[in-house]
């Protein structure tokens, strides 16, 4: 086996990239002009990843199948593993067993970034604010480039910034399992809720990867917290000293340890932590451009986050004003016979969907169930029970869902086109026909952006029926 670099990332390193997903090709496509080598390998059937293998022909990247991958390793010095693959995962410790570095996407993204990084992370919320955070930047007049979970490879990102670029991050527990140097300037998390419980044993060890998002910054970075999360808010550790760079908190109310907080539920307030002490007025909620209390907190955060980073107050202002939603993430559809039809796709977690319910003060017919990560559905149960009028059911997780609903009507559909007629028969003039899973998508479709899409396409379909002509 060749002798390992360590992870330098030039010619002197010979790469094996773990996983063909976005962020897998996105990695090889950085990499092949910059290192001496790469091959790449994925344990899924040829015809799951063919576009993947077209792309690695066309580059002159060699796939190793995964029976064949040891004779591969001799020439190998580090790997770079993608967020979708586990650390446990048997091909990764096979590598491991070698001696060779597995470094996480980001982890390599960040070897290779000139630029300040803004790392977002949580449960729920965080691509929504991540783009905020850029937005925020860009109306500060700051060159940004957004990547990482948001959809776009962070390495792809990272490797194009230029030293007085931002790059803003989002990055999910899955990556950063994995880093070791990865130091952003200013880290953010917005809440720790139950979610990948069935890649994680507990919480804790959840919370644990959340929280090696500032595990390697210093005194001239920034930790930007959600004082209202009980799990975020104890990410000091007991001593009060487990982060190591400024705190920065935000909160629903004012408290000791407060830099932004709501004055009355109305107002965002900032309470500067040096200078002159007189807090500022930021904004209203009623100013804030996006559905319900989760997205005040979201913008909270990011608003912090600007703070922090020194950006005017007035550029802050006009960028939240200014932003609108993203997509499948409460985004209007249309409405029929006087009820609204919601787009919540990206809802994957019963945290997500419980925050979703909680943003309209109307009846609302939910459209929930896909394919369950390990999660409880209690708490989500009573909350579907006390806000909504009906429930349509889909997926694999249909009947653990149904099994917590206590009073609101239920039923089950074959598809999304049925679920979509189905919740058009329940709802009446004023309701919200709400889709918002609190599941992730892959029993039934090739990902929530896809499962929103067919949603919209039957809610538009309903809008627009098809006449046959005999």
């Known amino acids: 086996m060749i002798e390992s670099t360590s992870g330098r990332f030039d010619r002197t390193d010979h790469a094996l990239v773990i996983g063909l997903g976005l962020s897998g090709r996105a990695s090889v496509e950085v990499l092949r002009s910059r290192l001496g080598s790469v091959v790449a390998t994925d344990e899924a059937p040829p015809d799951k990843i063919a576009e993947a293998l077209d792309e690695l022909r066309t580059a002159g990247v060699a796939f190793v199948p995964p029976d064949v991958l040891d004779a591969a390793l001799e020439h190998v010095t580090v790997a770079v593993l993608s967020?979708?693959?586990?650390?446990?995962?048997?091909?990764v410790r096979r590598v491991q067993a070698k001696g060779i570095p597995v470094f996480s996407e980001v982890e390599v993204a960040y070897r290779l970034c000139?630029?300040?990084?803004?790392?977002?992370?949580?449960?729920?919320?965080?691509?929504?604010?991540?783009a905020l955070v850029g937005a925020l930047f860009t109306a500060a007049g700051r060159k940004v480039r957004v990547g990482g979970n948001i959809g776009n490879a962070l390495i792809r990102e990272t490797a194009q910034a230029?030293?007085?670029?931002?790059?803003?991050?989002?990055?999910?527990?899955?990556?950063?399992?994995?880093?070791?140097?990865?130091?952003?300037?200013?880290?953010?998390?917005?809440?720790?809720?139950?979610d990948h419980l069935d890649r994680y044993h507990s919480m804790e060890e959840y919370a644990e990867a959340k929280f090696r998002i500032f595990a390697n910054q210093g005194p001239g970075d920034a930790f930007?917290?959600?004082?209202?999360?009980?799990?975020?808010?104890a990410a000091p550790g007991e001593d009060g000293n487990r982060i190591k760079t400024r705190t920065y908190w935000f909160a629903g109310e004012p408290?000791?340890?407060?830099?932004?907080?709501?004055?009355?539920?109305?107002?965002?307030?900032?309470?500067?932590?040096?200078?002159?002490?007189?807090?500022?007025?930021?904004?209203?909620?009623?100013?804030?451009p996006l559905l319900g209390r989760h997205n005040v907190e979201n913008?909270?955060?990011?608003?912090?986050?600007?703070?922090?980073?020194?950006?005017?107050?007035e550029a802050i202002r006009e960028g939240v004003r200014g932003f609108r939603p993203l997509g499948h993430r409460l985004e209007p559809v249309a409405e029929i016979e006087g009820a609204r039809y919601v787009d919540d796709s990206k809802a994957t977690n019963p945290g997500s969907v419980i925050a979703a319910m909680r943003a309209f003060d109307r009846p609302i017919v939910l459209i929930a169930g896909g394919k369950a990560k390990g999660t409880d559905f209690a708490e989500m149960g009573k909350v579907v029970s006390?806000?909504?009028?009906?429930?349509?059911?889909?997926?694999?997780?249909?009947?653990?869902?149904?099994?917590?609903?206590?009073?609101?009507?239920?039923?089950?559909?074959?598809s999304m086109e049925d679920a979509v007629a189905r919740a058009r028969d329940l709802a009446e003039p004023g309701d919200v026909v709400l889709l918002s899973p609190g599941c992730a998508s892959f029993d039934m479709f090739q990902s929530a952006e896809h499962r929103g899409e067919v949603f919209a396409n039957a809610v538009r379909a309903l809008q627009n029926p098809v006449v046959h002509v005999r």
């Open 255 to 288: 408290h000791r340890n407060t830099t932004l907080y709501l004055r009355n539920g109305t107002t965002i307030v900032y309470a500067p932590p040096t200078g002159d002490p007189r807090p500022i007025d930021i904004l209203g909620v009623d100013e804030v």
């Open 224 to 233: 930007v917290g959600n004082l209202d999360d009980p799990i975020v808010a």
């Open 83 to 91: 967020p979708g693959i586990a650390l446990n995962n048997p091909l």
């Open 162 to 194: 230029d030293a007085d670029d931002w790059v803003i991050a989002e990055v999910s527990s899955f990556q950063l399992e994995s880093i070791r140097s990865f130091k952003p300037r200013i880290s953010l998390i917005l809440n720790i809720t139950p």
């Open 299 to 313: 913008v909270m955060g990011a608003v912090l986050v600007a703070l922090a980073a020194g950006l005017p107050i």
């Open 114 to 130: 000139r630029a300040p990084i803004v790392a977002v992370t949580g449960t729920k919320g965080k691509t929504t604010t991540t």
């Open 386 to 414: 006390s806000r909504a009028k009906a429930v349509v059911l889909i997926g694999e997780a249909a009947g653990d869902i149904a099994a917590v609903v206590k009073r609101a009507k239920v039923e089950h559909a074959s």
